[in-house]
């Protein structure tokens, strides 16, 4: 993350304009660490719904995804980029989990079909 009195000098010379988004978390340190997720998906019926990441890395450490409450609809091979953030950053990511959900308790359950999955730091972009 970057601390707050120092965002301008550490942003704004990268690029013009610059989108600038502060969001903590509610453990100690109180540091997000932000994730772009861009999924490409094979169903052939639209799917709405939400999504949780989970990252596990090579020592077995293993962090949850905070989601925006919004709801993302995923259509036959449509890219759905979504901004997802965790408490604490993992280095070296050994495994990705993803679950879908309508949060509807009666129904169909349905499931959503990955084509392709890409999963960005944006706190550390070059990985």
Do not use: H
């Not at 540091?31 to 990252?55: A, H, Q």
């Not at 020592?59 to 409450?69: A, F, L, P, R, W």
């Not at 308790?105 to 499931?111: D, S, V």
């Amino acid at each position: 993350g970057y601390y707050a009195d120092r965002w301008k000098n550490l942003l704004i010379p990268m690029s013009s304009p610059t989108k600038t988004y502060f969001d903590t978390s509610d453990q100690d340190p109180f540091c997000m660490y932000n994730y772009l997720l861009d999924i490409t998906t094979w169903n052939k019926n639209i799917r709405r719904g939400f999504v949780k990441v989970k990252i596990t890395d090579y020592t077995g450490n293993t962090v949850e995804s905070k989601m925006d409450s919004e709801a993302s609809t995923f259509q036959q091979y449509k890219r759905v980029k979504i901004l997802t953030g965790f408490n604490q950053d993992l280095d070296k990511i050994s495994k990705i989990s993803l679950t879908f959900s309508t949060k509807t308790l009666i129904g169909p359950k349905y499931k959503l079909r990955i084509l392709q999955m890409k999963l960005k730091s944006l706190n550390n972009p070059e990985r």
